[in-house]
Every structure is written in C-alpha cells, then in structure tokens.
C-alpha cells in the first residue's frame, strides 16, 4: 500500500451494513431543510432501493446517484 490516492472506503448507511457504498442517495426533508440542503445517505447494491423507498413514502424529495455525481438542489 503505497501512496494509494483513494479515500477510505465509503460505507453503507444502512444500520448493520458495512458493506462499500456504490450509491448516493440525496435527500432532504421539506418541514425542517431549506430547499437547497440536499442530506446524503450512502448506499450498497444491496440497500439502494431500501433507503429510496424509506424516503419516497414519506413524501421526501429523494435522488438516487452514483458516487461521483453532486446534486445541488432538490426539487418537490
Ligand atoms: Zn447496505
């Protein structure tokens, strides 16, 4: 391990998951954030869709993205 650029490792959000995230899912809550917070949660394959679905039954703005991409605002 010589001088690796790379960041540690991103992990799932997921409670009890430590698997390595692949995903961002961007999010925020309309009664408490301002419409251009954008809250992240990292997520494994695995997971992806478990933490969308959390968020879009409670009528949350949710994003899903790959690791590398930022989402700036998020719309109703
Ligand atoms: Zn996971």
Known sequence: MIGAPEPATERCSRAGC????GWKVNWRNP?????????IWLACDDHVD???D???????????TDLGTSVQRLGI
Do not use: G, W
């Open 54 to 64: 959390y968020l879009s039954t409670r009528d949350f703005p949710v994003v899903v």
């Open 50 to 52: 478990y933490l969308r």
């Open 31 to 39: 009664r408490i954030h301002a419409e251009d917070r954008v809250k």
């Open 18 to 21: 430590s698997l390595p995230a």
